[in-house]
């Protein structure tokens, strides 16, 4: 397998030296394409070879080097720059003579949002019974936000101490449990009990329970009026300016959304909680240690938060932008395999002093680029594999994988969809020796997903973060909620020409310095050679998804099997 690979890299280098001597290479000299044979992969048919040939790295560095670039605005959602890449991406699809399937002969589907946006006034104060009145300073101290869409709110109630604030019956976990949270505001950490045992909370893994989301839901169904969730760096997987930078500016919602919604959904810093439990006479690593154990039971503080919550609200819609490939099958065709990457990222912040745009070039444009290929690939194909293909450019991602979220509740495909592989921040950094599927070992596609990533030469490894709650993360969850078979396709740590620290040391780079912040931007040095081999990838499992005589459907028992029975 590995003189294959090195035969076809040095196959390929002298075709682009020829090529490149021929007088024929563009303007703007490309590097030789060291990675443009796919593979063999056992069950495909030479159209599907066709297409995991026909995709170039050359062609995503330039569509990442378009949407990331400036003039896009860090394609915000309900903004400008996020409409724009959302034109630009369905002018895409109808060029590659993809049909369109947003609705109403268009490529747009339409998604109704509103935005919410805390001004700059609201106050926040936590107020111990003994003692002074903390008031804290938005954004440097806290991040809030008024879920309800009301402009003005002013909350004054007790504050109760939840822990993690989960109630997961299959794990027999209730921090609820005889607690009176009717009209309270919750105090609770994020991330879920620490747990060796994969029976317990998936061991190491984040399940959906560790996750801010479901927090602020799970309060609000139990008729909380509020949440202050404690930032911790090592049990968010992220710092603080994370938070800030997501939650400064507007977030969006689906608008006419029936789920109860809190007036105070919010983050404070470490210390803000530390000082908190030090006025209420009390410990916080006491409290955290506490509710860390089984049989915790949630504490009423001798503290209420008053907090006057002013909120700018508007109305919009935005679009998810969504291209159909037609199966050739008549009898499947009504079935469909979905490609998915979301194009939106987090705009512009206004009033943010230095560089306030957001231009999300590996967060994710990469995923876009990726998408784009495949979808120019399939149609470049010969032949169509016997299901259709969707390709979805999904928006609001990062307000929530609202734009899946709408497409999971209101799919453009007549019968059921077998499959969704999704895109979402792919680093540029070379040829990949392993690939990250997580969350594919929960179908019946498992089997297929090994043996084509042997054929590809791809050891398949697990998250490098198993804690940080990825699977919960992207727009394939949105599916999975939906009963649809569904994970992301990314790189593992190991990177041909490196060792696999040097990968952990770049992804934790990213992290640190770049991930949702302005910098993340594109640079000439960026590899597009790895995104290309999860392109062919994705392309080599959707044609095999697409062409099987079943649909693919959740490991039995499974918590998203239930989802798919109810969409059968
Ligand atoms: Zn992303």
Redesign the pocket.
Known sequence: MRRLVFVSLLLALVAGLLFAQAGNSPAESRPAKTTSTAPRVAGLPSAAEQAMSAVDPENIRAQVKFLASDLLEGRGTGQRGGDIAAEYIATQFALYGLKPAGGNDSYMQKVPMVGIATQDDTTFTLVPDKGEPMILRNRTDFVAMDETTNTHDEVDAPIVWIGYGIDAPEFNWNDYKGADVKGKVLLMMVNQPPSDDPKFFNGKVMTYYGRWTYKFEEAARKGAVGVILIHKTDMASYGWNVVRNSWSGERAYLRDDPAPKLKVASWIQLDVAQKLAQACGMNLEQMMAAAQKRGFKAVPLPAKLKANMLSKVRPFDVNNVIAKLPGSDPKLRDEAVIYSA?YDHLGIVPGMPGDNIYNGAQ??ATGCGILLEIARAFASASQQPKRSIYFAAVTA?EQGLRGSEFLGKHPPVPANISLDLNY??VPPLGVPEEVNVAGAERTTFYPTVESTAKDFGLKIVPDSQPGAGHYYR?DHFSFARAGVPAFSIDEGVKYEGHDREWGLEQAKEFVAKHYHQPSDEYHPEMDFRGDAVMARFGIALGWLAADQPTLIGWKPGDEFAKARAGSN
């Open positions: 979301h967060d994710n991602e979402d921040d992207s």
